[in-house]
């Protein structure tokens, strides 16, 4: 008896432990994607060129890629699942335009950067396409993710300089969808002499996203200073695919 004492004793310390390893080498990507973040990314753009020719930072983000590919997204509660799939998108996009890197956009003609599935996320193969559409969008519900994804490209909204976290996940989405509709250039554009409102092709492509909070205007309203009026004429800027580079 003592003996299957000791064993039980055993295999529940090596599971306690193991557990614990998997905490660390996930708070370890983290923090690792926080410092790289932290150091390449800033409001104008990211730092490929200074990040391509370190090539230690390269490597620190393959190891965050290759954390996130790893990640048992499965055990991790609703908030923390959409925290880590942004994380996901992002980090793999940064990734890859730099692998792409000099470019002037990572886009090609038949969009197949987005579309190929070369990714892996939490064990599975998968693309930008399939991973933002039927993951994060259909599975969350939540139509503020359009201000934490980053596409790489001049248009999209500007990057988070920090990972999100499942426990700062709200205020870090009103932080950021409120920067775009206040932001003249990429997000609301509104002329009171032409009663037209030039808005982010984002609110075109993803209009059904924001019927739940009353449509677009809705949206924008809640979190614009300057609130637009119902019946000014909507129209919506063009898309530049160039790349986010800091300028």
């Given at each position: 008896?003592?003996?299957?004492?000791?064993?039980?004793?055993?295999?529940?310390?090596?599971?306690?432990?193991?557990?614990?390893?998997?905490?660390?080498?996930?708070?370890?990507?983290?923090?690792?994607?926080?410092?790289?973040?932290?150091?390449?990314?800033?409001?104008?753009?990211?730092?490929?060129?200074?990040?391509?020719?370190?090539?230690?930072?390269?490597?620190?983000?393959?190891?965050?890629?290759?954390?996130?590919?790893?990640?048992?997204?499965?055990?991790?509660?609703?908030?923390?699942?959409?925290?880590?799939?942004?994380?996901?998108?992002?980090?793999?996009?940064?990734?890859?335009?730099?692998?792409?890197?000099?470019?002037?956009?990572?886009?090609d003609a038949l969009?197949?950067?987005?579309?190929?599935?070369?990714?892996?996320?939490?064990?599975?193969?998968?693309?930008?396409?399939?991973?933002?559409?039927?993951?994060?969008?259909?599975?969350?519900?939540?139509?503020r993710v359009h201000?934490?994804?980053?596409?790489?490209?001049?248009?999209?909204?500007?990057?988070?300089?920090?990972?999100?976290?499942?426990?700062?996940?709200?205020?870090?989405?009103?932080?950021?969808?409120?920067?775009?509709?206040?932001?003249?250039?990429?997000?609301?554009?509104?002329?009171?002499?032409?009663?037209?409102?030039?808005?982010?092709?984002?609110?075109?492509?993803?209009?059904?996203?924001?019927?739940?909070?009353?449509?677009?205007?809705?949206?924008?309203?809640?979190?614009?200073?300057?609130?637009?009026?119902?019946?000014?004429?909507?129209?919506?800027?063009?898309?530049?695919?160039?790349?986010?580079?800091?300028?």
């Amino acid at each position: 008896m003592k003996t299957l004492g000791r064993l039980l004793f055993c295999f529940t310390l090596s599971i306690a432990t193991a557990a614990t390893t998997f905490g660390q080498k996930s708070d370890d990507w983290v923090e690792t994607y926080n410092r790289l973040l932290g150091k390449y990314v800033t409001s104008g753009g990211v730092k490929y060129a200074e990040w391509k020719a370190n090539a230690a930072d390269v490597q620190a983000l393959q190891s965050v890629v290759d954390a996130i590919a790893k990640e048992n997204a499965a055990a991790l509660e609703k908030k923390q699942q959409l925290a880590y799939y942004l994380n996901a998108y992002n980090a793999w996009i940064l990734h890859e335009a730099l692998a792409k890197y000099p470019t002037k956009s990572v886009k090609d003609a038949l969009f197949t950067f987005f579309t190929s599935k070369r990714l892996t996320v939490a064990g599975q193969q998968t693309s930008f396409n399939a991973l933002e559409k039927e993951t994060i969008r259909s599975k969350f519900g939540e139509p503020r993710v359009h201000f934490a994804l980053n596409c790489a490209s001049r248009s999209c909204p500007p990057l988070n300089r920090e990972p999100f976290q499942g426990d700062k996940l709200d205020a870090q989405f009103e932080k950021l969808a409120k920067n775009c509709v206040n932001n003249s250039e990429k997000g609301v554009t509104y002329s009171p002499e032409s009663k037209t409102a030039e808005l982010s092709k984002i609110f075109d492509w993803y209009k059904d996203d924001f019927k739940a909070e009353g449509g677009t205007l809705a949206f924008i309203n809640k979190r614009r200073s300057t609130p637009i009026p119902a019946d000014a004429k909507i129209t919506y800027k063009e898309y530049d695919w160039s790349l986010n580079e800091a300028k």
